[in-house]
């Protein structure tokens, strides 16, 4: 069974530049999660998707943004970049269902963005 | 509000010596705790899950947790350390719905 695929691995991007990062989930996952992970500010929640519907948020900028597939296949947006959005960008993939908080989630290697 | 503290960013063990990883937990419910690792520039992975079916759950790689309500608890541990398990561990913590909220990590070093 295949993980969780993100893609590109890395990207450099420069201020004011826009990006697009793409996250496979687990076939038959219906629920992706995307998180920032920074040194100073450890893993924060972005957003999470499931049926195509972004279903939580958490408190970032409108500048990052999302969508999800019929698929299940979720992107992400940042415009505008700053430097201050270099940052490793995790997806996380699980069934999605509501009211079973102890449904882990699996993680995808990341994409590392680096703002020039 | 739920949230999770780990307690030490770093820890140093020897080779074959106890690991001990602290983390406190604070929710107004009944929380859904996890323990994952990260290797370098590595996603998460997932080492156990707190499911409330057993105070005593044991994960991969030879690593179980205690969960303690009394103590608001939940340390990991594995009885003798290798050197594979230099990585990154965070502790999490989830509700209901699809939101973790992760510790500010413990950075683990095995010492030959």
């Known amino acids: 069974k295949a993980g969780v695929t993100q893609t590109p691995r890395y990207l450099i991007k420069t201020r004011g530049q826009q990006v697009t990062l793409s996250c496979s989930p687990i076939?038959?996952?219906?629920?992706v999660s995307w998180y920032q992970q920074t040194p100073g500010q450890g893993l924060q929640f972005l957003f999470e998707y499931f049926s195509e519907t972004q279903r939580n948020k958490g408190n970032f900028p409108g500048r990052f943004s999302g969508r999800q597939f019929s698929n299940s296949r979720s992107e992400m947006n940042v415009s505008t970049l700053e430097l201050g959005d270099s940052a490793l960008y995790l997806c996380?993939?699980?069934?999605?269902?509501?009211?079973?908080?102890?449904?882990?989630?699996?993680f995808g290697q990341g994409t590392r963005l680096t703002v020039v | 509000a739920q949230s999770v503290t780990q307690l030490g960013s770093h820890v140093s063990v020897s080779e074959g010596a106890l690991v001990l990883l602290r983390c406190n937990y604070s929710s107004s419910v009944p929380p859904y705790l996890f323990w994952y690792v990260q290797y370098p520039n590595q996603g998460l992975q997932l080492l156990l899950k707190?499911?409330?079916?057993?105070?005593l759950v044991k994960g991969i790689n030879g690593f179980e947790a205690e969960f303690k309500k009394s103590e608001t608890s939940f340390h990991l541990t594995k009885p003798s350390a290798h050197m594979s398990d230099a990585a990154e561990y965070f502790c999490?913590?989830?509700?209901?719905?699809?939101?973790?909220?992760f510790g500010t990590g413990t950075s683990l070093t095995v010492i030959p």
């Open positions: 076939s038959g996952h219906r629920s």
């Open positions: 996380a993939s699980s069934t999605g269902g509501t009211g079973k908080g102890n449904t882990e989630a699996f």
């Open positions: 707190y499911t409330s079916a057993a105070t």
């Open positions: 999490a913590v989830k509700h209901t719905g699809n939101q973790f909220y």
